[in-house]
């Protein structure tokens, strides 16, 4: 019987006719932590009392959300990691070389793996045909183990983008727009699969800004086909041997489908204090911004500081805002030095963050103070997530973002393109 994605990855991993709402035991091909999920997950490693791990060539450990350490407690969790994975053999990806997603992407998934990390957006690389998802420090833990976990297939809801987006909108809209329309538990533990036309000409940095949003509709997975562009991106980065072609049956059946036409799709803004809280940035005019981060697993990649550097070059961010830019990964940071678009917004007044996870969850680096208001390019709006409970943040695309900071509050792209 023709089959979704999700059915064909968990039924090949599985050895089973894997079915949504089945329970399935399945290989894990991959499995990360990062530091704030790691120690926790190596505490309960040791609790369940494993001596080694199942795959340790398949065990990575990222120090990326607080990086480089602000403080004595979090070093130490660093110093702990870095000891695991020297006593167990793992690799660990240190401060500086990036967060642990853009990282997965660029240098370990593959079509068709399966792939859970102890950080919810680990679904991430569904943009690659890959079954990513995150879970719980304890069931990490046991994967670290056994090398296997259990699931229950998701249902899937298929989500089909056809048209062309307007100048100035792109796939971080399409994302904020799917949100506000599914609501933050409307796709509760399913697989969000997107497809149409946009979809097969989509960039695979847009491609993983739309499944790592996936999660914050609720979704277990967000998965795109393997295609050319999946090819040439792996080619890009030195693993064309990864590739495999890897696609949903055209006779699949779905829980729900959803069309979206591209053309309809403008620049769309999260208020605070949900995703799903979204308006056209056109209707926010006027609200003042204390703070602009362009970075993240969401849209932090080489694609994301062009367009901002473009709409930035030769101009100066608004002098009551400022400019923090973060690199989603060390290779992102030197084509981006490479390119110039590094100097084009250190011009423009920008702060250039080491690569990692920087403001997005307020550890560090970032962190907003009482009443003040910050537009980001993360992927999560939560009350308190980057500092004080009393301060703001709103969620919109590189290039919002890069016009808020020219005008010093929210500004459709489109004004200054």
């Keep these: 019987m023709a089959k979704t994605l999700a059915e064909k990855i968990l039924s090949e991993k599985s050895q089973g006719d894997a079915r949504s709402g089945d329970i399935v035991v399945a290989q894990v091909d991959l499995v990360f932590v990062q530091d704030t999920t790691g120690p926790l997950t190596i505490d309960e490693f040791r609790k369940l009392g494993f001596e080694r791990l199942a795959n340790p060539k398949k065990t990575f450990l990222f120090l990326d959300h607080a990086a480089p350490s602000p403080n004595h407690q979090l070093s130490s969790d660093h110093i702990k990691l870095r000891q695991f994975a020297r006593q167990f053999g793992c690799r660990l990806y240190d401060v500086g070389d990036g967060v642990c997603h853009q990282v997965v992407a660029e240098s370990l998934a593959r079509p068709g793996d399966v792939i859970v990390g102890a950080d919810s957006h680990t679904v991430t690389t569904g943009a690659l045909g890959s079954l990513a998802t995150g879970m719980g420090s304890s069931d990490v833990a046991v994967i670290l183990g056994l090398g296997k976990t259990w699931f229950r297939v998701p249902e899937t809801i298929r989500v089909v983008v056809s048209g062309d987006f307007k100048a100035g909108v792109s796939a971080k809209d399409l994302s904020l727009h799917l949100i506000g329309r599914l609501g933050a538990d409307g796709a509760t533990y399913k697989a969000l699969e997107f ?84 308006a056209p940035a056109r209707e926010l005019k006027g609200i003042k911004i204390q703070q602009v981060f362009i970075g993240t697993c969401t849209s932090g990649r080489l694609e994301d500081l062009a367009v901002a550097a473009d709409i930035l070059r030769g101009k100066q961010h608004h002098r009551d805002t400022r400019l923090i830019v973060a690199p989603a990964s060390r290779r992102v940071l030197l084509e981006a030095i490479a390119a110039g678009h590094i100097q084009t917004l250190a011009q423009a007044g920008a702060v250039i963050l080491p690569p990692g996870c920087g403001p997005c969850l307020g550890l560090h680096q970032g962190v907003l103070g009482r009443g003040e208001a910050c537009l980001s390019t993360a992927n999560r709006n939560f009350k308190g997530r980057m500092g004080s409970p009393e301060a703001f943040i709103y969620l919109a695309s590189p290039a919002t973002a890069a016009a808020t900071a020219l005008t010093g509050e929210i500004t459709d792209p489109r004004e200054v393109l």
Excluded: C, F, W
Excluded at 228 to 252: C, F, V, W
Excluded at 253 to 269: F, G, H, K
């Design 195 to 278: 497809g149409g036309d946009t979809v097969d000409r989509m960039s695979l940095s847009g491609r993983l800004t739309i499944a790592n949003m996936a999660v914050e509709a609720g979704a277990k997975l967000g998965l795109l086909p393997s295609d050319e562009i999946t090819r040439d991106y792996l080619a890009s980065q030195g693993r064309a041997e990864h590739y495999r072609p890897l696609s949903p049956d055209a006779k699949a059946s779905y829980e729900q489908r959803i069309s979206i036409d591209a053309a309809d799709l403008e620049p769309t803004v999260s208020r605070p204090h949900t995703v799903d809280n979204t």
